[in-house]
């Protein structure tokens, strides 16, 4: 019997929660995830990650942050570096979310030399990726994802990245209740899969995110290519994360 891959389900905190609300989130996020056939991720404000990754110990929750800077340390006011947030207690870094593309002006330059600092200071990273309502529009989606990998995986290879994860996010589906139709996912899925694995010899797991929610989670991990979710607002009240969590198929396939 083969057994399946557990798929990965990241919750995406953003700017919200104090690190005394994060671990009474934790405590009454546990419980209802026990049992889950899912590998659990949450990306949390810096100032929770201590807090929360104790408050996770000996768990089957992950705690990540949502972004970091690429040097080791410096003259950088206001940044974090990879070691700060290890030490802290995480094991991920969400790197080159849109909200941090759009909002922020980081290139793809940038979130490339953060993936590279991030790996060779043991941080998974969480490369994101997607296209904008009008790049879709104009029938650029595959180029822009195409070129968001190459650069923002210069130098990652099989061997310095045996655990790099992708979230391919359409930035038309954040945040707006419009998740891509699952089929429509599963094949930009693919097509990045193939690509990836053609053009940079990498094998990553692509997590969907984009107005996930308890109602399309399950259908979204059905598809093959779909390796887990990146869940941003309906993470954040612990019930409907664990509903999500749980809508993640129980039994090993054969
Ligand atoms: P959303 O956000 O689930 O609220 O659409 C996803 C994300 O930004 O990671």
Redesign the pocket.
């Known amino acids: 019997m083969v057994e399946r891959r557990l798929p990965i389900i990241v919750g ?1 905190w ?1 700017m919200y929660k104090s690190p005394a609300e994060a671990v009474a989130y934790v405590h009454e996020l546990l419980p209802l995830v026990k049992s889950a056939s899912a590998k659990i991720y949450l990306a949390v404000p810096f100032t929770a990650i201590s807090s929360v990754a104790e408050a996770a110990k000996g768990s089957n929750l992950q705690i990540g942050a949502q972004n970091m800077h690429d040097a080791s340390e410096g003259a950088f006011t206001g940044e974090i570096a990879a070691r700060m947030l290890g030490e802290a207690g995480a094991s991920f870094v969400v790197l080159g ?3 941090r593309r759009r909002l922020f002006g980081e290139t793809n330059d940038f979130i490339n030399r953060k993936v590279l600092k991030a790996l060779s200071e043991h941080l998974q990273p969480i490369l ?1 990726i997607g296209e904008t309502l009008e790049e879709r529009e104009a029938g650029r989606t595959a180029d822009i994802l195409h070129q968001q990998l190459k650069e923002c995986l210069a130098g990652v290879s099989a061997e310095n990245a045996p655990n790099l994860l992708i ?1 391919y ?1 359409p930035v038309w ?4 209740e419009k ?1 891509a139709m699952p089929e429509l996912a599963q094949q930009i899925h693919q097509e990045c899969l193939d690509w990836l694995k053609e053009q940079l010899q990498l094998e990553p797991i692509i997590l969907y ?4 929610n308890p109602a399309n989670g399950r259908s979204l991990l059905e598809q093959p290519a779909i390796g887990g979710l ?6 954040l009240s612990p019930t409907t994360f664990s509903e999500i969590i749980n809508t993640a198929p129980n039994e090993p396939e054969e």
């Not at 995110?209 to 996930?212: D, K, L």
């Open positions: 995406n953003k979310h849109s909200e994101c979230a996010e589906a954040i945040g707006t998740a995110g984009g107005s996930v990146l869940v941003g607002g309906a993470s």
